[in-house]
């Protein structure tokens, strides 16, 4: 079983910035791909960036591009999101998430932590 905890959400003025993060543990080793999702009221889940272990490739949903920053820090088991620029339309809980070795799909899921971006 492979544990992710958040931590970093909060209120921020539109224009703001928040440093979302991710600690996993537990069975890590088995652990490729990290990143963040979110689900704002009333719709779906979305993927927000993702990042592999090796090789460091990155993905990003294109409404975040260029704003948004995954990185990842495989000694310490953690993977952040640096988010700048935010948009009210960026309010929703953020979750972050894991995928094995050879997996298609999110594997782990963390509790979610809650970002609201209002004036």
């Known amino acids: 079983q492979v544990q992710l905890v958040e931590s970093g959400g909060g209120l921020v003025q539109p224009g703001g910035s928040l440093r979302l993060s991710c600690a996993a543990s537990g069975m890590i080793l088995g652990i490729n791909t990290m990143g963040w999702y979110r689900q704002a009221p009333g719709k779906q889940r979305e993927l927000v960036a993702q990042?592999?272990?090796?090789?460091?490739?990155?993905a990003y949903a294109d409404s975040v591009k260029g704003r948004f920053t995954i990185s990842r820090d495989n000694a310490k088991n953690t993977v952040h999101l640096q988010m700048n620029s935010l948009k009210p339309e960026d309010t929703a809980t953020y979750y972050c998430?894991?995928?094995?070795?050879?997996?298609?799909?999110?594997?782990?899921w963390g509790q979610g932590t809650q970002v609201t971006v209002s004036s």
């Open positions: 990042i592999a272990k090796i090789g460091t490739t990155e």
């Open positions: 998430s894991a995928k094995l070795y050879g997996s298609s799909r999110v594997d782990y």
